[in-house]
């Protein structure tokens, strides 16, 4: 099995002055699942490189058991450090997709061609992939076969209105997520604040929150073991 991680480029928190990026549980937890489980992971990012942190997602009360097994695995770090360029990858070198979250993704990979391409080709080609908390929102201008935004009449979820309500940054984000996801056509779902919540309509996986990426990436490690 050949995995692929999107990760955002984007550091800046809007107007704010303060950073962002990607949330590093929800890199952490997938990562480790794939591996795990025999996954062979290649990183990439629009940039390429070291993909930006979220300080917050760094801080002591959001450590995991696989953000502390990251911290002490210096192979994971270097790969981390040296992430390819978005651009530069193809559909026929993965069996599977996954974006974590954070904020960052709202500003750079919402509006990527190079993603919504890779997006549109891993749909088309029928392999499972998977977007967790805000990553959900790189799918807003991703269209299917007929034209029509991919999530259209999918069973979604995504970062709700409430949880970015509870962070204080819904009027700093682009775009909200939920709302996104509904004007897109999709059926948007949701549980109770912070509680894990994944759902998938065929090979589209996505889940809610931090507390979704474990599950969302033993689904998807499910959907390729299936095949």
């Known amino acids: ?11 800046k928190l809007g107007d704010t002055g303060n950073k962002t990026g990607f949330w590093l549980e929800e890199f ?5 699942v794939f591996l795990d489980a025999g996954a062979e992971v290649t990183l990439v990012s629009p940039l390429g490189g070291q993909p930006p942190l979220d300080p917050k997602s760094d801080e002591p009360t959001a450590q995991t058991a696989s953000t502390l097994r990251f911290k002490r695995d210096s192979l994971a770090q270097n790969q981390l450090a040296h992430t390819l360029p978005l651009q530069n990858v193809t559909v026929a070198d993965f069996d599977g997709l996954f ?8 500003w750079d990979l919402a509006t990527s061609g190079a993603s919504a391409r890779l997006i549109e080709e891993t749909a088309k080609a029928g392999k499972p992939m ?14 299917n076969g007929n034209g029509d935004a991919l999530v259209s009449g999918k069973v ?9 309500a509870a962070v204080g940054l819904t009027d ?3 775009f909200l997520v ?9 059926n948007y779902s949701k549980a109770a604040d912070w509680q894990p919540h994944v759902v998938a309509d ?4 996505t889940g809610q929150n931090p507390a979704s990426s474990e599950p969302a990436a033993k689904l998807l490690i499910e959907q390729l073991q299936s095949r």
């Not at 998977?130 to 807003?140: E, M």
């Not at 979604?156 to 949880?163: L, P, Q």
Request: proline share 8%; with cysteine; charged share 10%.
């Open 28 to 32: 952490a937890a997938p990562y480790y």
């Open 178 to 186: 939920e709302d996104t996801l509904t004007a897109s056509g999709g």
């Open 99 to 106: 974006y974590p979250g954070g904020h960052g993704p709202l």
């Open 130 to 143: 998977a977007f967790v908390c805000h990553a959900p929102g790189v799918l807003k201008n991703v269209r």
């Open 1 to 11: 099995m050949k995995i692929l991680i999107v990760l955002t480029s984007h550091s």
């Open 202 to 205: 065929g090979s589209l996986i």
């Open 172 to 174: 700093v984000v682009p």
């Open 156 to 164: 979604v979820t995504g970062f709700s209105n409430s949880e970015e």
